[in-house]
């Protein structure tokens, strides 16, 4: 139960929908303990003779009672549905939507901790198994506290002794049977969260790399992993459905002894004239009513294991912190002239130092070219510069203002970043440059294309910007979807330019095009290349070798 009140508490914004679902629940089975007790009422009153004799007046009102009561369960239970889920959907979005604000801000070192799909399992399935707090636990366990309450009085009033016994039995089983579902329940309801979460996280990376583990012969192996989470799964279902049924039965059987009491002690009132037959059936269908509002209590109890596992899953991610926090007192937004580090030194944990008091400087209009061998730390550097790494020792600045003390919103306007990996969205041409520029105009997307040399291919698509791109942007061969990404970030217009391996996957003709339209962009930003060789980048007008985990001069190239 820890891991679940923080979300309940959560919920507060929409408690009014909560309480408003929980008054509806309760007016539903008041209902229909009125529907039986007046039904139970008109068939025992015909039967004797004293309402014969009162006549059809009387029969008349009971009817039109049935029918109120009838009709009031009706609607009270289908706006009970319509009320809860709206007030349970609007929860989990807004769930989702912090969940995902948390991760937001997390380095890449930090949020390595989490696989994707375990990410998205999280996101996803466990969020949704929260719906169950409010839908299955907390209204089912109200509604039936209340109906017990009302039955207890109305019983109580009814035949005081009789209705004593009665609420004793029931009560006792709606304490005792939730109490052992919690228990019972438990270590079902984790299994089955951890399997649940195993079954869709083989899945995923399954069907991702459904190629790869074709070609190694491994689909064999990998379908039988699913297999077996997805058998614990079953058997953990399974486990709390035999505990859901037991516990149900365990209801039933109350019930029916709560009848028989309501039949022998009532039986033996009516002998002594104590109490009419009518009012006898009155108690039995009342004890009839109650049993089944204590029906709702074994799932209700039985799902919390499940639930409070997946609620600590989530608070896994809430409780996570991102090692690289914000600038406790940012310093105001540098123009961006130069960009320099002094006497950088990085490492990552339990390895050797990736740089080594690495020193350079740069102005705007210059272009820096760094090279190196495969792992000799270039895309280290350009993660350090952006903040997602954490560095050793050594200084970082924009102008004269230390990295470290800049908004990271701030950062990333100032410098804009062709990564390694080109990351593209399954959504249109547009509507990826626009990541770039929310509000670029369409003229400003053909600039950004044009200077990328992706303008012709663009304008012979029939749909133009307008063009989805497909996943990741599998509709576009390795070389597009670079220059797409390059793109959006010329779109962006930063000060400060970081190119990761611009020219990955280009032919040499198309390199020799963006070359001449990007120089004069170039020309007036810093801009730091990273490459593996000079003829993979714009020209420069420094060319530094990263060797053994510092920068040591080469040749100029180009520029
Ligand atoms: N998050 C990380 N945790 C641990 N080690 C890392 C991490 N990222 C990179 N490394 C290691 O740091 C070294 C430098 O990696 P980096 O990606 O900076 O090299 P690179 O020069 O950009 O390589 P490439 O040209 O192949 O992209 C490598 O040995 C790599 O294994």
Request: net charge neutral; charged share 15%.
């Amino acid at each position: 139960m820890n891991h679940i009140w923080p979300f309940v508490r959560q919920a507060a914004p929409r408690l009014p929908w909560f309480i408003l679902g929980i008054l509806l629940s309760v007016l539903a089975v008041l209902a229909a303990m009125g529907l039986l007790a007046a039904a139970g009422w008109i068939v025992a009153g015909a039967a004797s003779i004293s309402l014969l004799a009162v006549g059809s007046i009387e029969l008349g009102r009971s009817t039109g009672l049935i029918r109120g009561f009838a009709l009031t369960r009706t609607l009270a239970r289908y706006a009970e549905r319509l009320v809860n889920h709206e007030a349970v959907l609007r929860h989990l979005a807004d769930l989702r939507h912090w969940l995902f604000m948390r991760l937001a801000p997390l380095d890449p070192a930090t949020l390595a901790r989490f696989r994707s799909a375990d990410l998205l399992q999280r996101l996803v399935g466990d969020v949704d198994t929260l719906d169950g707090i409010f839908l299955r636990v907390i209204t089912p366990t109200l509604t039936a506290l209340f109906t017990l309450l009302v039955g207890a009085i109305v019983l109580g009033w009814l035949a005081p002794l009789t209705g004593l016994w009665i609420i004793i039995l029931l009560a006792g089983t709606g304490i005792v049977l939730p109490l052992v579902a919690l228990t019972m329940g438990k270590p079902a309801g984790e299994a089955r969260t951890i399997a649940a979460a195993q079954v869709r996280e083989l899945a995923i990376e399954g069907v991702k790399g459904l190629a790869e583990l074709r070609v190694f012969g491994a689909l064999e192996k990998h379908s039988q992993a699913l297999q077996s989470a997805e058998a614990n799964r079953a058997r953990a279902e399974a486990r709390l459905a035999a505990w859901g049924a037991l516990g149900d039965s365990a209801v039933l059987l109350a019930t029916l002894g709560a009848l028989w009491l309501a039949l022998w002690l009532g039986a033996a009132w009516v002998a002594n004239d104590q109490l009419s037959a009518p009012l006898v059936v009155v108690i039995v269908l009342a004890s009839l009513a109650i049993g089944e509002a204590l029906l709702l209590l074994p799932g209700a109890f039985l799902r919390i294991g499940q639930i409070n596992a997946a609620a600590g899953r989530l608070r896994q991610i809430s409780d996570t912190t991102s090692s690289l926090p914000e600038a406790a007192q940012p310093a105001l937004m540098p123009t961006g002239e130069a960009l320099s580090i002094d006497k950088l030194s990085l490492s990552y944990p339990g390895r050797e130092a990736v740089l080594r008091q690495v020193s350079f400087s740069l102005k705007r209009g210059r272009t820096l070219l760094v090279t190196g061998a495969s792992g000799s730390g270039k895309s280290s550097l350009a993660q350090a510069l952006l903040r997602l790494v954490p560095i050793d020792s050594g200084e970082m600045q924009i102008d004269t203002t230390p990295i470290e003390a800049l908004r990271y919103e701030d950062l990333y306007t100032l410098v804009g970043v062709l990564s390694q990996e080109t990351v593209l969205f399954a959504d249109t041409v547009a509507g990826n440059l626009r990541l770039g520029k929310t509000d670029a105009s369409e003229d400003e997307l053909w600039e950004a294309l044009r200077l990328a040399v992706l303008d012709e291919f663009i304008q012979q698509l029939p749909e133009g910007l307008e063009t989805p791109i497909g996943e990741g942007g599998a509709l576009l061969s390795g070389g597009q979807a670079r220059r797409l990404a390059l793109a959006r970030m010329l779109l962006r217009q930063p000060q400060i330019a970081i190119l990761d391996e611009p020219y990955r996957g280009l032919d040499a003709g198309t390199i020799d095009q963006l070359n001449q339209r990007l120089a004069p962009w170039l020309a007036q930003r810093c801009v730091l290349v990273i490459a593996h060789e000079p003829s993979m980048s714009p020209p420069a007008s420094e060319h530094l070798q990263l060797l053994q985990g510092q920068l040591t001069g080469a040749a100029p190239h180009g520029g």
